[in-house]
Structures are given as structure tokens and as C-alpha cells.
């Protein structure tokens, strides 16, 4: 058979095929097609369950990572409330329940958030199983209204174990299955060291002054802490004011009653010294000041406790029998300078006393000064006796009506330096309130001379250190004359470059620069306080007529607080008399504790509340041997965040400095005027460890 005939034989047989076959063919061809759409659709939802599986696998990384931290921060604050550092340190079960649970449900509400902030909404109330560390673990359920459930559990490892579960998603396969649970786990711990650790910290703002109450008469202002200004008015009124306590972030008095503190039995001189001695980190602080029995012939010291509020336990030690002044609410002493851990009072006939500061006599010297000629009449008139230190050495000058007295003293040796030798300027001689000792400077802020300015008689005179010369600063007589009136007050030197002059009754204060030997050219009167009266640099209190300022203390580097007659307290910025805008503050910051035990130090963040108001702020951390950790990092400039990963785990706590520029309002006034409260944030973060 050819080819052909065959081919046409086969076509023969396929028309006489049935229709059964036909639609065997139909079916079969059906079926294919449905396995192949079933295979699309598994296919199909088995990608959504993967993606649904990744979802979750996000959402539980990131809400274990937030449980863990919130969990830890409540638990370490918990314990720092109570003073305990373990679990183990706290013997009521009870108490560790109900700790445990208040840190469970703030995780279970960080968690919460976390999913209704990405849309899952969960109005049903989470269930606990709570089983306190050290021996238990704890388990948190929360069912969302679309039927994800979401476990917690803290367990004895100290991590945190967050379990998503969801039925899959599922479009087509349902003819095929039923859609299965979906879980994802993840686990997040503190052994590497995740943790939040909040420091509390109160920044003052800068001193901008105000006016104490109570008598006048005040005069060199102390500070003790970051709140209190005291001070320890010169006389003796009787009255409670006499020892004046303020805070600084009120401006009210310390006590509650709004009265002092009276000096009861003692008086000061005209000229008190005031040292305050602030121990364990101002656990402690007591006021030494030279001071007499009232009315009576003796001089001594006096100590005053700022925390007891109170004299101290010995009061006063007698030192000195002085005569009898004409005027009876002074004394003839002055002092107490420090050397060594020993407090020194000088009377005004050259005699020089030694107490501890326990109160304890240790010695009375004769000075060079003693049995001068020249020496003041103690039975007619009250004179003065300053001084100036410079290391061990008590750069001395003392009043007379015919001259001015200097001489040295070495407290090392207990003996006169200079060889003993005593100058006398004659021109100096007034007898008047009116004389200001400061040191003399070189360009270079190198002390090179012990000085008395005369703001009455406009004179100066100044003796090297060395005590081989006696010279006068020219220009300074004529800077000073604006300064003359009855009686000054101090003078303070700042950066060894400025030096201020308290003018007193005259309501104003001079300048002189060292660094060009001239009065201070840079003054600028933008501080609507401080008014020029058209005589170069010397400045009068406009606003404040009733200032009459007497002594000073510098408060931060670019802040100068003084205190005048009438029991004001104002201040200045040295760097041209404008407002003091500048402040800093010190804080203890201790590491984060790991679970594990081990310490790690995070990132500080500086609330946003402080960087609204300032220009500058400037941290500095070191250890506390002194040690520099950081220096000098501009928070502006790093966002607030100051990164403490360089210091040593193993350190026990950093001292943390910011110094602070307050932003000025249009007036030349800073922004900045209450006290801020906050938490820095010291941030370690946590790690998965699955």
C-alpha cells in the first residue's frame, strides 16, 4: 500500500470515531485546566502568606525591641525610686508582683502603640500571667479585633520574646485548604545592652539679679549649690537680717517664714572676708567670717552651718584683744583667708590668728605690720586691714589716717616674707571707707603687684610682689574720680584681665583692662540697667539708683554676681557690662546596667525645652579623677545628642558640664528665665538576639 492510500484509510476511521470520545476529550481537557487555575491560586496566596509572614516578623522585631527597653526603663526606675539594684534585693513578693505587672503593661502598651500606629486596631484588654523575676517568668495576650494575637513573654534570661500569630490571607486556595497560622517570633535582650536611663537634671538659668529683704549692709556674696546666695551683712542691727539666705530660682528668702538669720551675740567688721566651706558634694557648707562678742573688746571667728541653719556646734573662737572702736557695731579684724585646710584672721595691729575648721585655735603669729608706727589708733577710730592670696602667700594693706601700710606673709613658713620688711605711703592716708586692694597685673595676666586704690583721693599705690618697689598706676586716679563719694566697696579681678571697682555710695562701678593698661574699651550699655554717664567705661546702676554696689563673686566664666548696700543682688557679664546670659551645670551620669551585669554607656539627648533658648551650649565629660572624656562638643552643632560610647564600660559614673549661652529677647534680656527640669535621655539600644 502506497503511502497515500494509507493516509487516506486513517482519515476514513476518524470520521466514523463516536461523540463519546469526543467528549472524553472535553472533560479530560477541563480538568487541566481547573488543576492549573488551583495551582495559580495556591501559588497566589502562598505569596501573600510570605509577605504576611515578613509583616509580622517586622512588626514582632521592632515590638520586642520597644518592650524590652520600655520594660527595662520602668524596672530601673522602679528600683532607683526604692534604692535597691536587683530583685533580689527586694524581700516582699508582693511587692516584686507589683512591680513586675506595672513594667508588663508598659511594655504590652508600647507594643499596642506600635500596632495601632500601623493600623491594627486593638480594643480588647490584654491578659496576664504575671510570675515576678528572679525565679518567674511573665506573659502578656492582647487579641486584636482582627484576630491577630500577639504574646509577650519576659523571660528568665531577662529578654523579651514577642509572638505574632494571624490566620494567612487567603484568596483562592480554599478549595484546595484552609489557611494556616501564621507566626512570627522574635526575641530582643538587654546582654547587649539596650536600655533608656533617664538622669534628672535642674539647669538654672543665668543670674539676672533682684533685691533681697531684710537690713542692709550686705557684702560679699557666697554661693552655695546651684540655689542658695548667701551673706553676711558687715554690723550688727539686731535684726533678722543680718545673715541673708536667698534662693536664686525664687528670689524669695530661704526660710519659709521670709525672715534671716540674726547674728544674734556677734558682730562683723566693716570689711567682712566671707569663706564658705562646701564638702561632699554639698552634703555640708559652713560660713567663717571674722567676728567679736558684741560690745566687747575681743575679735575672733565666727562659723555659721548653712545646712543646719544654725551656728555651728563651737560658734566663735576668740583670737585678739582689740580695744574698743569709736563706732560699736564694728570690729578691727579681718578674714578668714584658707591655706592648707586652715583658716587665718588678721587684726588690725598687725596680729594674725590661726583657727581649724573644726573650731579649734592653732596659733597667733605677729606680722611685720605689728608695733609699726604708723599703725591706727585702735581706741578712736575703726580702720580696715585688707587682704589679697596668692598661693601661701597673704599680700597685706592696712588703713591709717596718715598712710597706707603693706606688708607680706607667708603661711607655708609662718613667717614674714619680704624679709620682714614694711612699706608706708603717706599719700595713701585718709582713714575713710574708701580704699580697694586688688592685685596688679601685666599684659600677659601675671600678677607683679599688691595695690591700694584711693577712690576718695583718687590715688593708688602699689607694691611689687617681690616687695622691692613701690609704684602708682598712671590713668587710674582719673578713671576712678566718678567713683567718689563717702565709703567704696571691693574689687574683683576677672580672667586676670579685668578688674572691677565697687564704687559704693556712687551707685557705679569702673573698669580696668591690664591687657592694654587702660580703662576697658569693649563696655558696651545695650543692658538697659546699666547707663553710661559719658565718662569712659564707668558705669552707673540707672533703674537700680538704690544698688550701691559693695563686693562681688563670679558665678560662671562670663558671669559676675555683686551685692550692693541696700541688699541687692545684681550682676554683669565682665566682658562688657551687658546681661549675663551664661550659665552651667554639673550632673552626675552612671551607666546603663546590662542585663547581664555589664555597663555601657549610650547617647545623652539634651531636652528640646534647653535648646529653644540657647545659642550655645558646650558639654565637657570627664571622669572623676578629672580625667577628660570629651571635650568642649558643641550640642548645637550635634543635634542635642552627645555620643558617650568613648568612655570606659567600666567606669562607675561621668561628671557631665554644660555651659549654656542664653538667647537674648529684643531688649538685650535672655530668653531664658526659669529653671528646667528635665530628663537627659541616656540611650543604649537593645538587640535581637534571634
Not at 310 to 321: E, I, K, S
Not at 331 to 347: F, H, M, R, T
Not at 502 to 528: E, F, K, L, M
Not at 630 to 635: E, P
Amino acid at each position: 500500500m502506497s503511502a497515500l492510500t494509507s493516509f487516506a484509510a486513517s482519515l476514513r476511521a476518524r470520521r466514523q470515531s463516536t461523540p463519546s470520545d469526543r467528549g472524553a476529550i472535553l472533560v479530560l481537557s477541563a480538568l487541566v485546566m481547573i488543576l492549573l487555575l488551583l495551582i495559580a491560586a495556591f501559588a497566589t496566596d502562598l505569596g501573600a502568606w510570605y509577605r504576611q509572614g515578613q509583616s509580622q516578623q517586622r512588626a514582632a522585631d521592632v515590638g520586642s525591641l520597644n518592650g524590652i527597653q520600655t520594660y527595662q526603663a520602668e524596672i530601673r526606675q522602679d528600683f532607683s525610686d526604692m534604692g535597691v539594684s536587683a530583685w533580689d534585693d527586694i524581700a516582699s513578693n508582693t511587692v516584686r508582683r507589683d512591680l513586675e505587672t506595672k513594667a508588663m503593661e508598659e511594655a504590652v502598651n508600647s507594643v499596642v502603640g506600635l500596632f495601632e500606629a500601623a493600623g491594627v486596631s486593638i480594643s480588647n484588654p490584654a491578659t496576664y500571667n504575671i510570675d515576678p523575676p528572679p525565679s518567674g517568668e511573665s506573659t502578656a495576650t492582647i487579641t486584636a479585633d482582627d484576630g491577630t494575637v500577639i504574646v509577650i513573654t519576659r523571660n528568665l534570661n531577662a529578654e523579651m520574646i514577642l509572638t505574632v500569630s494571624k490566620p494567612g490571607q487567603q484568596y483562592f486556595s480554599s478549595l484546595i485548604r484552609d489557611a494556616p497560622d501564621i507566626v512570627r517570633e522574635s526575641t530582643s535582650t538587654l546582654s547587649n545592652c539596650g536600655a533608656v536611663c533617664r538622669i534628672p537634671i535642674e539647669i538654672n538659668p543665668p543670674f539676672t539679679g533682684f533685691q533681697a529683704t531684710g537690713k542692709g549692709d550686705g557684702y560679699g556674696p557666697l554661693l552655695y549649690g546651684e540655689e542658695e546666695i548667701w551673706a553676711v551683712n558687715h554690723h550688727n542691727f539686731g535684726s533678722q537680717g543680718d545673715i541673708i539666705c536667698m534662693d536664686r530660682e525664687t528670689q524669695a528668702p530661704c526660710r519659709a517664714d521670709g525672715q534671716h538669720y540674726a547674728l544674734g551675740n556677734y558682730q562683723t567688721g566693716n570689711r567682712p572676708v566671707e569663706y564658705i566651706d562646701v564638702d561632699n558634694f554639698g552634703a555640708t557648707g559652713k560660713i567663717y567670717f571674722a567676728s567679736s562678742i558684741k560690745d566687747s573688746k575681743r575679735s575672733g571667728l565666727a562659723c555659721f552651718d548653712v545646712v543646719a541653719r544654725r551656728f555651728c556646734n563651737t560658734p566663735y573662737v576668740d583670737l585678739f584683744d582689740m580695744g574698743t572702736a569709736q563706732w560699736p557695731n564694728t570690729i578691727n579684724a579681718s578674714g578668714p583667708w584658707e591655706y592648707n585646710g586652715k583658716l587665718y584672721v588678721l587684726a588690725q595691729d598687725g596680729q594674725l590668728g590661726c583657727v581649724t575648721k573644726a573650731m579649734t585655735t592653732c596659733g597667733i603669729w605677729e606680722t611685720a605690720a605689728f608695733g609699726h608706727p604708723n599703725s591706727p589708733n585702735l581706741l578712736t577710730e575703726t580702720q580696715i586691714a585688707h587682704g589679697e592670696q596668692l598661693g601661701s602667700k597673704l599680700y597685706v594693706s592696712q588703713d591709717t589716717y596718715v598712710g597706707q601700710i603693706f606688708h607680706c606673709w607667708d603661711f607655708a613658713t609662718s613667717a614674714p616674707c619680704w624679709g620682714g620688711t614694711v612699706h608706708f605711703v603717706g599719700y595713701m592716708g585718709s582713714g575713710s571707707d574708701d580704699h580697694l586692694t586688688h592685685f596688679r597685673y601685666s599684659s600677659t595676666g601675671v600678677e607683679t603687684g599688691i595695690c591700694t586704690s584711693d577712690i576718695i583721693g583718687q590715688r593708688n599705690a602699689c607694691v611689687s610682689l617681690d616687695g622691692s618697689a613701690v609704684t602708682e598706676i598712671v590713668g587710674l586716679k582719673e578713671h576712678l574720680k566718678p567713683l567718689k563719694q563717702d565709703w567704696g566697696g571691693d574689687a574683683i579681678t576677672w580672667n586676670k584681665e579685668r578688674t572691677f571697682f565697687a564704687g559704693g555710695n556712687s551707685n557705679r562701678i569702673a573698669c580696668w583692662d591690664w591687657t592694654t593698661n587702660s580703662a576697658c574699651q569693649d563696655v558696651t550699655t545695650a543692658n538697659p540697667a546699666v547707663a553710661s554717664l559719658g565718662i569712659l567705661n564707668v558705669y552707673e546702676f540707672a533703674g537700680k539708683k538704690d544698688v550701691a554696689p559693695y563686693g562681688f563673686a563670679q558665678v560662671s566664666e562670663f558671669c559676675i554676681i555683686g551685692l550692693g548696700h541696700n541688699s541687692i543682688f545684681y550682676s554683669f557679664n565682665p566682658k562688657g557690662m551687658s546681661s549675663c546670659v551664661d550659665t552651667e551645670v554639673e550632673t552626675k551620669i552612671e551607666p546603663c546596667t546590662c542585663a547581664n551585669g555589664d555597663n555601657k554607656w549610650g547617647e545623652v539627648q539634651i531636652p528640646d525645652e534647653l535648646l529653644n533658648m540657647v545659642d550655645d551650649l558646650v558639654a565637657t565629660v570627664r571622669y572623676d579623677n578629672g580625667t577628660q572624656v570629651l571635650t568642649d562638643v558643641d550640642l548645637i552643632a550635634e543635634g542635642g545628642v552627645l555620643d558617650l560610647s568613648p568612655a570606659d564600660p567600666n567606669a562607675d559614673f561621668l561628671w557631665l558640664k554644660l555651659e549654656v549661652k542664653s538667647r537674648l529677647n529684643l531688649d538685650g534680656t535672655p530668653v531664658w528665665t526659669d529653671p528646667i527640669t528635665a530628663d537627659l535621655q541616656l540611650v543604649v539600644q537593645p538587640t535581637l538576639t534571634d
